[in-house]
């Protein structure tokens, strides 16, 4: 008999690997704790509808990765129900807030949910048919602040705690405004328009998408088709005058609080459901799948799905990805050297070795550089070696007090040789 396998795109988690997932659970729920935010779990399956609606069926995610079914009718006169596994727990989210009356609190909800997601996806490097996310979302009626800036801002920032906690480092934060949903349609017609002349010459995805759906052209990953995407309109410059004020209000407050952030005018994301804000975190050490998660505000989801009015803003962590970076950065540190050393100048080659030396006895793994680097390239080749950097110029090698920087945090301080070389312990 032939051994029977996990399914295509789907994978067994076993120990040590499941303490890492443990680690980031529970640090992912330590920090939510901080921000008051608790923990809600819904079915991994919902009414296919659900998701046709709240996701949109002009998504890739509903025209062609979701796992659905007709369940099996009870009674001959009843009609078999499409269920589907849920591809992303937005939709689930708002579904309950609105099935429990949530909003009849008055109070801001903050929600936050972990567990598996099923998309038909390729299967490949980060990209898994079931895959975790660590998601989270903010929701309410507009009398309890849920439209506010400073909610998206807010949840920015903790994500930016979450993973400086998870010691992810190297990442970069993209955001953008996609408007409210009366600036859409105008930013629409002026895609179409522009994509008239130009779509024949594009993929046969986004000539399908100019069609049916323009906005996920911006999404096209077809590098030939780069530079004709440049050149389309771009949505900041729809936007009326309360998304425009919306989201500098959410650029101030990150910059106050000193998240830094790039604005990419083409950061759509592949939801309909998304309004204004839009975001996403990406990490250098994931290659091709390089979003760690996304997320922005859905202020009419609520009314979409037949509920009131109940603006909100959430994302989606990728936990494999976390995994995937968390792995790479610590293989990474184990191969770096303990210090690289600089030598200022040519004439400092030969101290800068005698030094090395001296550190290399001392139980210390050392690179050194040349003195014909300029600075600018010893601290690139030093931060590709090591975790820190010591600058050996002539002052340094006559009073024996070392110029120190720590590449991962930025610190710079002035320790003396005689400390650096003490033999090591071990
Ligand atoms: P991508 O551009 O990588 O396909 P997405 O825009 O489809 O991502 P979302 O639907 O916003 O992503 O989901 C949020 C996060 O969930 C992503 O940033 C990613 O980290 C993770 N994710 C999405 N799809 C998968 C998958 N098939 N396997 C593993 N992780 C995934
Ligand atoms: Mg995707």
């Not at 429990?100 to 099923?118: A, C, N, R, S, V």
């Not at 600075?375 to 931060?383: P, R």
């Not at 040789?417 to 090591?424: I, T, Y």
């Amino acid at each position: 008999m032939s051994t029977l396998k996990a399914v295509r795109g789907t994978r067994d988690l076993l120990p040590p690997e499941t303490a890492l997932w443990n680690h980031i659970e529970a640090t992912a729920r330590r920090v939510f704790a901080r921000y008051n935010f608790g923990e809600i779990r819904t079915p991994i399956f919902e009414d296919t509808q659900l998701f046709a609606r709240g996701v949109g069926e002009e998504t890739d995610i509903v025209s062609k990765e979701m796992y659905t079914w007709e369940d099996r009718a009870r009674a001959q006169s009843e009609k078999a129900q499409s269920l589907t596994l849920r591809p992303e727990n937005t939709a689930g989210v708002v579904r309950a807030y609105i099935e429990h009356k949530l909003g009849e609190t008055g109070m801001l909800q903050k929600l936050y949910y972990i567990g598996p997601q099923f998309r038909r996806e390729r299967p490949q490097k980060g990209r898994y048919r079931q895959f975790y996310q660590i998601g989270a979302e903010v929701i309410g009626p507009h009398s309890a602040g849920s439209e506010s800036p400073l909610r998206d801002a807010e949840v920015l920032e903790m994500l930016a705690t979450l993973l400086d906690e998870l010691g992810i480092t190297g990442w970069t934060l993209a955001l953008n405004s996609v408007g409210s949903a009366s600036d859409r349609p105008r930013y629409i017609a002026a895609l179409r328009e522009a994509l008239k002349d130009k779509v024949a010459q594009m993929c046969g995805d986004c000539q399908r998408r100019a069609e049916t759906n323009p906005l996920r052209v911006l999404d096209c990953k077809v590098p030939e088709d780069q530079p004709i995407i440049d050149t389309l309109p771009q949505i900041a410059d729809f936007l009326d005058d309360a998304s425009r004020a919306h989201f500098t209000a959410v650029c101030e407050a990150l910059a106050a609080c000193g998240v830094k952030y790039e604005i990419n005018p083409r950061l759509v994301r592949g939801l309909d459901y998304y309004t204004r804000t839009t975001f996403e975190f990406t990490h250098d050490g994931l290659g091709a799948q390089n979003a760690l998660l996304g997320g922005g505000r859905y202020d009419g989801l609520s009314e979409m799905l037949g509920g009131p009015k109940a603006p909100g803003i959430g994302f989606a962590m990728g936990e494999d990805r976390l995994v995937l970076t968390l792995a790479a950065l610590s293989a990474r540190e184990a191969e770096l050297a303990d210090y690289f050393i600089a030598p200022l100048g040519e004439s400092l080659n030969a101290p800068a070795l005698e030094l090395a030396r001296a550190l290399r006895q001392a139980g210390l793994r050392i690179e050194v550089g040349d003195g014909s680097f300029r600075l600018k390239k010893s601290f690139e080749t030093g931060n590709k070696l090591a975790r820190k950097i010591i600058l050996l110029g002539e002052d340094e090698q006559q009073s024996g007090i070392l110029t120190v920087k720590d590449f991962a945090s930025g610190e710079q301080s002035k320790i003396a040789r005689a400390e650096l070389v003490k033999p090591s312990k071990e």
